[in-house]
């Protein structure tokens, strides 16, 4: 892609995307110019839907995979190509809806107790105890966490906005015992490899699995069954939706419903 792959890199980072989004945004836009072998810029509707349809017949890519590919081409046409009259052609697909799956207290604690080694089983500790996205807890600084007013800081979380969540005494006790052992590596609090990068969501996904399959739960279990956990049973406890809406850093009442 050359020059259309820079230019649309340049438009993402302007506009505030996440590194994750650029990645799947760019891997899509080269998998259509590989599939098409021709650039981007002389592709019409007909090569465009083409390539949806390998994805969907050949590839059987789920509908939400299909649902960012959709978002990923729209934004190379519609924004870096300036081609919103095609943007507007390449159709959403239609995404079934599905309730999350939700474990009970036990099971949580059960998973908890099974995830190793000590870092993966404090960061999903923070994901349940705050309703953090894990890209929000594995970004985490030592100086994020405010333990006189008993909150965390979340830089730069989704929508490129700060918040403030509170976090109760047991888990700063978790955090204090886990920094006592661990003594991470700054800048971050949970570091990854190499110590200069946080951790990746696919270690925290690979720790997750593997408990689940200790702890013998048969219920889907991924990094953001904690984020679905931490807000089912606030709610069962009384708390308002909408104190559920800002704790977990959505813009619509709606997400949160």
Same mark, same amino acid.
Do not use: N
């Given at each position: 892609?050359? !020059?259309?792959?820079? !230019? ?12 994750i989004t650029q ?17 981007? +810029? +002389? ?5 465009? &839907? ?8 050949? &590839? ?5 995979t299909q649902a ?15 081609? !919103? ?10 995404? +079934? ?10 099971? *949580? ?24 996205? *894990? /890209? ?49 590596? &700054? ?12 951790? /990746? ?14 702890? !013998?739960? &048969? ?32 813009? /619509? ?5």
């Open positions: 892609m050359g !020059r259309i792959r820079d !230019r649309m890199l340049e438009d993402m980072r302007l506009r505030g995307l996440a590194p990645t799947s945004y760019l891997r899509y836009a080269h998998q259509l110019t590989e599939f098409s072998q021709r650039s981007p +810029a +002389a592709l019409g509707e007909r090569e465009v &839907r083409a390539f949806l349809l390998h994805m969907m017949r050949e &590839r059987r890519v789920s509908a939400s960012v590919c959709v978002a990923g081409l729209r934004f190379l046409f519609g924004v870096t190509l300036r081609r !919103r009259e095609m943007a507007a052609l390449i159709p959403y697909p239609k995404l +079934a809806f599905k309730l999350p799956d939700v474990l009970s207290g036990t099971e *949580v604690a059960r998973l908890l107790e099974c995830i190793r080694p000590l870092k993966h089983r404090t960061l999903c500790s923070v994901m349940y105890a705050t309703g953090l996205r *894990v /890209s929000e807890a594995c970004r985490l600084g030592p100086g994020d966490v405010d333990s006189v007013r008993g909150l965390l800081r979340v830089r730069q979380g989704k929508g490129s906005r700060d918040r403030d969540v509170p976090m109760g005494s047991r888990l700063l006790e978790t955090l204090r015992e886990y920094w006592r052992i661990a003594r991470p590596a &700054r800048p971050f609090l949970f570091p990854g490899e190499p110590p200069s990068k946080p951790i /990746s969501r696919v270690a925290v996904h690979k720790a997750l699995r593997r408990a689940a399959g200790i702890a !013998r739960i &048969r219920k889907h279990v991924s990094p953001h069954t904690l984020r679905h956990c931490f807000a089912t049973h606030m709610l069962e406890m009384g708390v308002d939706l909408r104190v559920i809406q800002v704790l977990l850093g959505h813009r /619509s009442i709606e997400s949160t419903m």
